[in-house]
């Protein structure tokens, strides 16, 4: 991209500073928004279950697929600072604010001015990267040791040495304790680094030797341990299709629109791909290789790994953010297309550059970009309203039914409850709460009441439906409390009540 905009002198000077500040300041605006205001939904409430176990043994056991460091880290935090939303959220948060901080050195190095100003706002307000930075699991984590192997790799390129090879060594052997997917980035940066000096390949072989020792060793002691047979089976349908050319094809077409569409949002996912495209080919080309390799490359080896079944590739059901770490990179390949169109455009008709300026930002809807970051909507599942209304009417007779995606919350705000008075669902299509109960009891019996808490449930006529099978026929709801993605139900027996209304009502 060989055409510049330059700032009048008397702007050069304070300018890019003042919006690097505030491009950053904004970024960490976004990340702090709602830290703590929004409750652990079911993924987050059982990682800060593991987390708040009293020794590290246990908080390791039962952190299933999360990253041993990640885990660990916030064992520590836990134990010093408290188990709150914040607190346990804050890894997140610092690895969010790391990403934006450590992409604008690296973006300066691939690509033109233009570029990684966009590229750097990009990164600083995307909503998928300001959520996963206030989410309580390690996604935040997977763009900030790509982001950070990268720009070590190019400090090394542009100068090696022992010093600069030791510490990329060093984050590469310990973002792997942090970050499953950083196995897909670590042997791409390696390759740079012996392409681009090649007078280092054994001090560089031995390096990448460390890091498969790390993975090593990480994989005998935590990973071979986290493997889920339940979650290889839930992404099944998202691994590639090889039963024949068109299903293969149709499969990748499928994957690449749900990519695009994730990390650009509906608005803007048809002007994406043609912009990566364009700013691919725009850069230089020892900047576009390795901008190519350093984005192409782990995707690659994320596809082999879902070929062989050991890796989601561009999931349904919010799963591309298990590429998360292939984010930054995207976002600058689409950036350095966005500033060569409205370069190449400005010279030529400055009010047409303009209009596609606005109709670009227009397709990314900035206003609900900016409410989605301050007040995100995805996961919000609000269920301590509805856990203080319960223990407000919540009787000594009554029974509570806890729903199966919402029983981590529950344990993790409500670990004092009787536990003589809770069922917790032991999956999404629980029946028949009491087998075996009689239809009527006695007049004398107490009435008993059935309370059901749910969160990250399809809907409410799903919960009808849901409640149906559960309880039986003659079960009435009385109470129905709503939340942003949480419900609290009360129901009682249609006999009972008929009774009730016809003592209230008084002889005829």
């Known amino acids: 991209m060989k055409t510049e905009v330059h700032l009048p002198d008397k702007w050069g000077g304070w300018l890019p500073p003042l919006c690097l500040a ?34 590290v043994t246990e908080a390791l056991a039962a952190g299933q697929s999360t990253p041993p460091f990640y885990l660990l880290t916030l064992h520590v935090l836990a134990r010093v600072f408290g188990g709150s939303e914040v607190v346990l959220r804050s890894l997140s948060f610092a690895f969010g604010v790391g990403t934006v901080v450590l992409f604008w050195p690296l973006a300066r190095r691939l690509a033109p001015s233009a570029a990684a100003w966009l590229g750097l706002a990009a990164v600083g307000a995307a909503p998928v990267l300001v959520y996963f930075s206030k989410e309580l699991k390690q996604y935040s984590g997977d763009a900030f040791f790509a982001v950070l192997v990268v720009l070590l790799t190019e400090r090394f390129l542009e100068r090696p ?22 196995i897909f980035v670590l042997p791409v940066a390696g390759s740079v ?30 990973f071979r341990h986290q493997v889920n047979a339940e979650l290889v089976s839930y992404w099944s349908s998202e691994f590639p299709d090889f039963s024949g050319p068109s299903a293969f094809v149709f499969w ?48 690659m080896l994320a596809f082999i790994a879902a070929a062989l079944h050991r890796y989601p590739f561009m999931a349904r059901y919010n ?29 030529w008709r400055r009010g047409a550059a303009w209009g596609l ?25 609000q269920i301590t309203p509805l856990l203080a209304r319960l223990e407000r009417e919540f009787g000594p007779l009554d029974l509570l039914y806890v729903y199966h995606y919402a029983v981590y919350p ?53 919960l009808d439906s849901f409640a149906a099978g559960l309880l039986g026929p003659g ?24 009774a009730r209304r016809k003592a209230a009502s008084g002889p005829p």
């Open 410 to 462: 529950f344990r993790y705000y409500r670990p004092d409850f009787p536990p003589e008075q809770v069922r917790f669902g032991a999956t999404v299509h629980d029946r028949n709460l009491f087998p075996g109960d009689e239809e009527e009891d006695d007049d004398d019996d107490p009435p008993v009441r059935v309370w059901l808490l749910a969160a990250h449930f399809p809907g409410g006529d799903f």
């Open 22 to 55: 505030s491009i950053v300041g904004l970024a960490v605006l976004f990340r702090l928004a709602d830290l703590g205001a929004r409750n652990l939904w079911s993924d987050e409430a059982w990682v800060a279950l593991a987390v708040l176990k009293p020794t």
């Open 252 to 299: 990748l077409a499928g994957a690449l629109s749900r990519y695009f569409h994730y990390f650009f949002g509906d608005g803007a996912a048809w002007w994406a791909p043609p912009a990566l495209a364009a700013g691919l080919g725009a850069l230089r080309p020892p900047a576009r290789r390795r901008l190519l390799l350093y984005l192409g490359g782990p995707l």
């Open 357 to 381: 300026a606005l109709l670009l930002l227009a397709s990314l809807q900035p206003l609900g970009m900016v409410k989605e970051n301050l007040h995100p909507t995805l996961q919000r599942r």
């Open 193 to 222: 680094a012996l392409l681009q000096v090649p007078g280092w390949w054994r001090r560089l072989l031995a390096v990448m030797g460390l890091w498969a020792a790390s993975f090593l060793g990480l994989y005998l002691a935590f």
């Open 161 to 182: 040495g022992r010093g600069r090879l030791a510490l990329l060594a060093a984050a590469g052997g310990l973002g792997l304790g942090f970050s499953h997917p950083l």
């Open 475 to 498: 079960w009435v709801a009385t109470a129905r409390y709503q939340e942003p993605g949480a419900a609290l139900i009360c129901f009682e027996r249609d006999a009972r009540l008929t």
């Open 319 to 347: 799963g591309s953010r298990l590429l998360l770490f292939s984010a930054p990179f995207l976002y600058l390949g689409a950036a350095a297309g966005v500033a060569l169109a409205f370069l190449r455009l400005h010279e």
